[in-house]
């Protein structure tokens, strides 16, 4: 009998909650998780295989015969996975009696938890969460990090409904905590504001002194209210800009740092930090407190000072970049510890578009753990993740590089790795560039970079695999879905973007020409391909390349036919398209006899599918005639399916992203989602439940006053009525932005502001009127993003979303990132 139940005591050192993201099987405990979209018992056979041999399974998925299926794993039987692995980490977490930072709050959360890691990282050996990994999974998985050796812990927690932080609270245990702020993010999942602040609240329980800001009203109301009851012994340090508080801060803005005048304990300190911007100075302040706390009465505190100072505003974002010779390139230069490389390989893993990956490395600092054994793991980690080149740099890297078991170079310093490496000679590559913050990685980045010149097309990857799910829930886990990725994925880059619906498993793509499925596949997309559009001269294309055509008239057909002569002993996949309304392309009813037919005498044919498309799903002036074309379609492609040989089962669609919305009841076996993926919600009846994914930057390159009278542009078209100030922005007609922008037709973001285009828009500029924006040059400008939708701009200039996503132009550079 290997089934177990709980308490889960378990030898296994990582807890694995993607299948995706195994690279150390016997070390591993699986959580099978099942979760409104995805199921993790699906995956047990597939990480047995890999050599996993304890699972945690839920009483209401696992299946009986596991048991007789993997003889040698052992199973712990729970009623909610995600349940039993905050358990194991709030056990862990039991362990360890050192001071831990907890922190929450609606924004600033992980800025303020890598700000106070490095103002106490000469203090204290650290444990902390990587990124802003502050999920009801990710905090366990943070906490079980925890060792011996660790003298602080700093972890963040966020939550996005009621309910969540009480899990939270026992595997953080915080015995120091920081309520950054309350905003309005997440306010969906809370009854009100106040609620919000309760909930989060929750996480200060138990804990012996809380610092906060005194000004956010809501916050020190509900502390008095509510935390006071559970807590009656907390130590509050809530500072406030208002003299009258006893704990008061006060903040003098300079040029290019701000300096703190603190008042606490009859106490007066003065501090210098980097920045000027009221977020920043906020955060910065609750880590001065912090640092303030943990700092014994009558240490010098000018080495605080200098720490200060050295603060960095840091990359929220994993970016994937364009880089030199065909290189993508992922940046993360900010720190390097264990847990936030393992992220950053899994992300690596998720872009598998180019054969070649390489991972340039600095030492790790403070891991806690003996130098030996850190490496040991992070080779192990490694050679997990199919890294194929590895440049290690710095000395305790250089002194352990026996233990990595890839092909691997390393150097003492960066300033030697500049020296020596060849870095031209890196081509078509994947790289990771990954290294704490004292190895001034950047100097490589820069070398490895594609410089952007002003206009960028940045695409939120999160937001992408949220629309996917968003789509996923409506149509079900019985409906395949097609992702349509023509058009260089609607102008999102389709290798990149293929290669997360990849790895998030859909079932489909398909492209419009043959072209396009071979860039795909040369990037090493292995998922079946449909071309909409092939013409004989690349037939040869699409058999090398494993693309499956449509097969729409009995021209093409025929051609088709002819061509696979050449091959007899082999089949080919084709997708019937079907005529119901569209009079595009396709097979019309009289036609389908004759099909049936054809398809008879040829064997080698295999219908992958029959399918058609809807007109006018978007609009519902329409609806009669969609459901006509509905009904003919089930019947033409019942009547091909009655005379298909039995085992043929073609999988039938019908429906594009608005069809998923508007007709459910059409979903047949699989679904064709387009515009909705990359954030437009056609039918606009669900706008509100997609995320903006391509946000178009440019930036300001110059900026002018003019006089009243005077013209901007080519043809004075742009006469100006008052005394303006003029911006030159970098993006013209060439970029993407229409020329039917011109003439205040189209307008720009500037910092929260919109301006109006003047004049004409050019091939490669447009001005722009900044009277009203506080801006300078070389300030950022908002083309199209979440705060102004592409359905506005197409609507401005009589178009629709499609061509304005695919009108960017292929020499905007793409940045790919997650948050
Ligand atoms: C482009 C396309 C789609 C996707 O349409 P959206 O409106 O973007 O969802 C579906 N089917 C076919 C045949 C297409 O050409």
Excluded at 37 to 44: L, P
Excluded at 377 to 391: N, P, W
Excluded at 536 to 557: G, H, M, N, R
Aim: hydrophobic content about 40%.
């Amino acid at each position: 009998m290997n089934f177990f139940s709980e308490p889960l005591i378990t030898g296994a050192t990582v807890l694995l909650t993607d299948s995706r993201f195994v690279s150390q099987p016997q070390q591993s405990i699986f959580f099978a998780i099942k979760g409104e979209r995805h199921d993790g018992h699906n995956f047990i056979e597939e990480l047995y295989e890999k050599g996993v041999r304890e699972f945690v399974v839920e009483k209401k998925a696992a299946k009986p015969d596991l048991n007789e299926r993997f003889p040698e794993a052992k199973f712990w039987l729970v009623e909610n996975g995600i349940r039993a692995l905050q358990n194991l980490a709030a056990n862990h977490r039991k362990k360890f009696n050192i001071p831990v930072i907890g922190i929450t709050g609606s924004n600033g959360k992980t800025i303020v938890k890598e700000w106070l890691s490095a103002l106490l990282a000469k203090d204290y050996t650290i444990i902390k969460s990587p990124r802003s990994y502050n999920s009801q999974i990710g905090v366990g998985l943070s906490v079980w990090q925890m060792n011996d050796s660790h003298t602080l812990g700093i972890f963040e927690a966020g939550i996005s409904k009621s309910g969540e932080m009480e899990n939270l609270e026992p595997i953080i245990s915080p015995t120091i905590g920081i309520f950054t702020n309350i905003g309005s993010a997440h306010d969906e999942g809370f009854r009100s504001r106040k609620q919000k602040v309760t909930e989060k609240l929750r996480l200060f329980r138990r804990t012996k002194t809380l610092i906060y800001c005194k000004d956010y009203e809501e916050i020190d109301e509900e502390i008095k209210l509510l935390l006071k009851a559970v807590n009656p012994e907390i130590e509050l340090i809530g500072w406030s800009k208002s003299q009258e508080s006893p704990i008061n801060v006060t903040f003098t803005k300079a040029a290019t740092y701000t300096t703190l005048a603190i008042n606490w304990n009859a106490e007066e300190y003065e501090f210098r930090i980097p920045f000027t911007d009221d977020a920043s100075i906020e955060n910065a302040t609750h880590c001065v407190f912090a640092k303030l706390l943990l700092t014994p009465k009558g240490q010098d505190l000018s080495i605080t000072e200098e720490a200060l100072m050295a603060l960095k505003p840091i990359a929220m974002r994993l970016e994937l970049k364009q880089g030199i010779n065909d290189c993508y390139l992922i940046d993360d230069t900010y720190n390097n510890d264990y847990a936030g490389l393992n992220m950053a390989l899994n992300f690596m893993s998720q872009h598998h578009t180019k054969n070649n990956k390489v991972l340039i490395i600095s030492d790790l600092l403070q891991s806690g753990l003996k130098e030996v054994d850190l490496y040991r793991s992070i080779a192990e980690l490694i050679k997990g993740k199919q890294i194929d080149q590895m440049v290690g740099i710095g000395e305790d890297i250089s002194r352990n590089s026996r233990f990595f078991d890839v092909e691997a170079v390393f150097f003492k310093s960066t300033e030697d790795f500049l020296e020596a490496y060849p870095i031209n000679q890196l081509h078509d590559s994947l790289i990771l560039v990954k290294g704490a913050r004292k190895f001034a990685f950047e100097k490589i980045v820069d070398k490895l970079i594609q410089k952007v010149h002003g206009t960028v097309f940045e695409i939120n990857l999160d937001a992408l695999t949220h629309n996917l799910n968003f789509y996923r829930g409506k149509v079900g886990s019985d409906t395949k879905i097609m992702v349509m990725v023509k058009a260089y994925a609607y102008g999102s880059g389709s290798a990149e973007v293929a290669s997360l619906l990849e790895y998030h498993r859909v079932n489909y793509l398909g492209v419009a020409y043959p072209d396009e499925g071979v860039t795909l596949r040369q990037n090493g997309i292995k998922l079946p391909i449909m071309v909409l559009n092939s013409q004989p001269e690349t037939f040869s294309k699409l058999v090398e390349y494993d693309l499956e055509p449509e097969i729409y008239s009995f021209q093409i057909f025929r051609r088709f036919l002819d061509f696979i002569r050449s091959f007899p002993d082999s089949t080919f996949k084709i997708h019937i398209k079907l005529d119901t309304g569209m009079h595009r392309l396709g097979f019309e009813e009289q036609d389908i006899d004759k099909l049936i037919e054809q398809l008879a005498q040829n064997p080698a044919i295999k219908v992958a599918s029959i399918f058609s498309h809807l007109v006018g799903a978007d609009e519902s002036e329409h609806n009669d005639f969609s459901k006509s074309q509905i009904e003919r379609f089930k019947r033409m492609s019942d009547k091909i399916i009655q005379a298909l040989p039995k085992g043929q089962a073609p999988l039938r669609h019908i429906c594009n992203s608005a069809g998923i919305i508007r007709f459910p009841e059409a979903k047949f076996d699989m679904v064709r989602l387009g515009i909705g993926l990359y954030g437009v919600e056609a039918t606009g009846i669900e706008q509100k439940s997609l995320q903006t994914v391509g946000t178009l930057k440019t930036i300001i390159s110059q900026i002018k006053h003019l006089k009243k009278g005077e013209t901007i542009g080519y043809s004075r078209k742009g006469v100006l009525e008052k005394d303006s100030r003029i911006a030159t922005i970098a993006i013209g007609y060439a970029d993407g932005f229409d020329r039917g922008f011109s003439k205040g037709v189209g307008e720009v973001l500037v910092n929260g502001v919109r301006c109006p285009v003047i004049g004409n828009v050019c091939m490669d500029m447009t001005m722009v009127d900044v009277t009203e924006a506080r801006c300078e040059e070389g300030d950022e400008v908002i083309i199209f993003g979440k705060d102004l939708p592409i359905h506005e701009l197409a609507a401005s200039i009589g178009t629709i979303p499609y061509e304005i996503l695919t009108g960017v132009s292929e020499r905007v550079k793409r940045v790919f990132y997650k948050e």
